[in-house]
């Protein structure tokens, strides 16, 4: 069965530091993986998506990035924290399925605090 | 992207049927109506998907009317654990799920 891993879970930074938050997917091949964020109280915000290694497409202008560096391996990055950079940073993976709607699997998320 | 809007929050108590609609007055030919449920500090979970009339699993029904401007997420007998946030996402049926929007949801509160 697949299985989507996200480390650390929980993350408090100083403004101006660097982050990285990685995902890693077990179980499937070739995965579409998501980046999503989510403010307290809101819904999901879509921050990056990839359909492939090295693939890397942006939803919203940011401090941030993604990268790709292997098929099931998802990194976000900063090179430097902003305050509205916390929040619940989540993964998720889905397949291409023909004549349906692709299903997106979360994984577990990583709560990120920047002070 | 068709655009979602449902309720901010629901009550509910335990053994009801709750029924949770969805506004999508924009939905594309093409586009499936898919609903997601998420637990405080846990990603979404998918929980039912359809294009119209009526779909069934063992965890809730879709209603989809003729006209698919909207739909009605069924939870039959909702218990205290579903009491959670539910989305109504609207999107593509063979597009990247990338092209999905969550909106911001409706909490539903079951009561004991």
């Known amino acids: 069965s697949q299985t989507i891993h996200q480390w650390p879970a929980t993350l408090v930074q100083p403004v101006g530091s660097p982050l990285s938050l990685e995902c890693t997917v077990e179980?499937?091949?070739?995965?579409?993986l998501y980046w999503y964020r989510q403010a307290a109280g809101r819904g999901l915000q879509l921050l990056f998506y990839s359909v492939g290694i090295g693939q890397i497409s942006s939803e919203v202008p940011q401090n941030l990035s993604a990268s790709r560096p292997q098929d099931r391996q998802f990194i976000l990055s900063s090179k430097k924290l902003l305050l509205s950079d916390s929040g619940f940073y989540l993964c998720?993976?889905?397949?291409?399925?023909?004549?349906?709607?692709?299903?997106?699997?979360f994984g577990p998320g990583t709560r990120l605090l920047v002070l | 992207l068709a655009k979602t809007t449902q309720p901010i929050s629901m009550d509910s108590y335990e053994g009801q049927e709750v029924n949770i609609t969805c506004s999508h007055n924009?939905?594309?030919?093409?586009?499936?109506i898919t609903w997601y449920q998420q637990f405080p500090s846990q990603g979404p979970r998918f929980i039912i998907q359809?294009?119209?009339t009526k779909v069934t699993n063992e965890v809730a029904s879709l209603f989809i009317p003729a006209d698919r401007k909207s739909s009605t997420l069924s939870l039959p007998r909702v218990s205290l654990s579903d009491t959670a946030v539910y989305y109504c996402l609207v999107g593509p049926i063979s597009g990247s799920a990338r092209q999905l929007t969550f909106g911001s949801g409706t909490q539903l509160t079951v009561l004991p």
């Open positions: 179980g499937t091949s070739n995965p579409n």
């Open positions: 359809g294009y119209k």
């Open positions: 998720a993976w889905s397949v291409r399925t023909g004549g349906t709607q692709e299903t997106q699997y």
């Open positions: 924009n939905i594309a030919t093409n586009d499936y």
